[in-house]
């Protein structure tokens, strides 16, 4: 099946501080790869959809000049937390596309747990 | 009304029970629908895909209804490692997935 990798799985930084966390589709080409984030007891939130070679398109409230994505390759996109604060400690999962048929399903990574001091 | 409601539980059920849970959503032009499992503290795994009237996959079935606006997934002889979360996903177009908040599922011996 589609596998999907994160790196870090969990991080602590200092408050002003940059993260980059990275996302990579092991065994297939994503043109697409998805960065949400999910709050304890919440539903996962999409942040951005980040599109290979092109810039990323930020959810609504999301500010991309603090969540600074990169998408370029097939395989990797990266999502940097620029000066963390703590209230950006959450759980940050990407997720790739893959087509299966005529629709596309979407498997995510692992997740990075990220906490800031 | 919220895009993807769901009853956050928890279900609390013994081994063996059948369980059901209902998921409604608001976009009536949505196209794809699947539920997703995710443990504490993991990321979601594609448990099912619905793509049509329903489907089963050994002992999880899944339903949907387009005219009313709800997906099911039912799940038969419960397992102990059946314990987690159940979300309910919908996509209305190529990329965008819209998640429910979950159903948490408690299976007790």
């Known amino acids: 099946g589609a596998v999907v990798s994160q790196h870090p799985s969990w991080v602590i930084c200092k408050s002003g501080t940059s993260v980059k966390i990275e996302c990579r589709s092991l065994?297939?080409?994503?043109?697409?790869m998805f960065w949400y984030r999910q709050f304890p007891k919440q539903s996962l939130m999409l942040m951005a959809t980040s599109n290979e070679g092109s810039k990323a398109t930020y959810e609504q409230g999301v500010e991309k000049d603090k969540f600074l994505i990169n998408h370029a390759s097939l395989t990797l996109s990266t999502l940097t937390v620029t000066s963390a604060h703590p209230e950006d400690s959450s759980f940050y999962i990407c997720s790739a596309s893959a087509s299966s048929g005529s629709h596309y399903e979407q498997y995510f990574g692992p997740g990075t747990r990220l906490t800031v001091t | 009304r919220k895009e993807v409601e769901q009853d956050p539980g928890p279900f609390n059920v013994p081994e063996g029970a059948t369980v059901a849970f209902n998921c409604t959503y608001s976009n009536s032009a949505s196209q794809s629908f699947f539920w997703y499992r995710q443990d504490c503290r993991k990321e979601p795994k594609l448990l099912m895909s619905v793509y049509s009237s329903g489907n089963e996959d050994g002992r999880f079935t899944a339903q949907l209804n387009r005219a009313s606006q709800y997906i099911s997934l039912l799940i038969r002889d419960s397992k102990l490692s059946d314990s987690a979360t159940y979300l309910c996903v919908v996509n209305g177009g190529y990329s965008t997935l819209t998640f429910g908040k979950g159903t948490m599922l408690l299976v007790s011996p």
């Open positions: 065994d297939f080409q994503a043109t697409t």
